[in-house]
């Protein structure tokens, strides 16, 4: 099993451009979350799906933030724009929609000067 | 808000046990408690979890109080690669899965 895979792994963009984060979640697995971790504020989930819908995203920080699962295999998270605030580390984990353990990708490094 | 609550960093010497506690006092009766730990500039990862009875996999042992209201996280054997932060949460299988602060425990040499 592959886990789950992010990408990119380490961004540097400048304030104003567009973000975007990617993520497969691991097979079979029907509910997705995007998670954004900074030293002040810790682990904050941003938004959950379960079989590609969108259930909870208050906390998604501002409509400059968006997220999208066109199918089960593949979701994105896009900034638009960014601002030096937004640098963080950007994790993705999935699980089954019957079950209880969540599995996290190994994080996109977001900087943005 | 987390529902748990975790002393923030404790200290623990190499080759003794680590036990890491955790109150979760609102948990409720088909709430399960999770275990997971965060090692420097990777993804938080699975360790173990219960319900009622105490767990033990190869990574550590699960203690959870009859009254449930909290638990506590063993590693039997502690080595410097167990820094790291350890989070305690509970969920439900419908819960969007919120994490604290967690405890960081450094292992001391």
């Known amino acids: 099993d592959a886990g789950v895979i992010q990408s990119p792994r380490h961004e540097v963009t400048e304030m104003g451009q567009e973000v975007t984060l990617r993520c497969k979640p691991i097979?079979?697995?029907?509910?997705l979350f995007w998670y954004r971790q900074t030293m002040m504020r810790g682990l904050e989930l941003l938004i959950y799906?379960?079989?590609?819908?969108?259930?909870?995203d208050s906390g998604m920080p501002e409509d400059r933030f968006s997220a999208k699962m066109p199918n089960a295999s593949f979701s994105t998270l896009k900034i638009q724009p960014s601002e030096p605030r937004d640098s963080a580390v950007y994790f993705c984990?999935?699980?089954?929609?019957?079950?209880?353990?969540?599995?996290f990708g190994e994080g996109s490094w977001l900087t943005v000067v | 808000d987390a529902k748990t609550t975790q002393p923030p960093s404790m200290d623990c010497a190499e080759g003794r046990a680590a036990n890491l506690p955790c109150n979760h006092s609102?948990?409720?009766?088909?709430?399960?408690v999770y275990w997971y730990r965060q090692i420097h500039s990777q993804g938080p990862q699975y360790i173990i979890h219960?319900?009622?009875n105490n767990e033990t996999n190869e990574m550590a042992s699960l203690i959870i109080t009859e009254d449930r209201k909290s638990s506590t996280l063993i590693l039997p054997h502690a080595t410097l690669r167990d820094t790291a932060v350890y989070y305690c949460?509970?969920?439900?299988?419908?819960?969007?899965?919120?994490f604290g602060k967690g405890t960081r425990l450094h292992i001391l040499p």
């Open positions: 799906f379960n079989n590609n819908v969108p259930i909870d």
């Open positions: 984990a999935s699980r089954v929609s019957n079950g209880n353990t969540i599995y």
């Open positions: 609102t948990i409720s009766g088909n709430e399960y």
């Open positions: 219960g319900l009622k």
């Open positions: 949460i509970f969920l439900n299988r419908d819960d969007k899965i919120i």
């Open positions: 097979s079979g697995h029907n509910s």
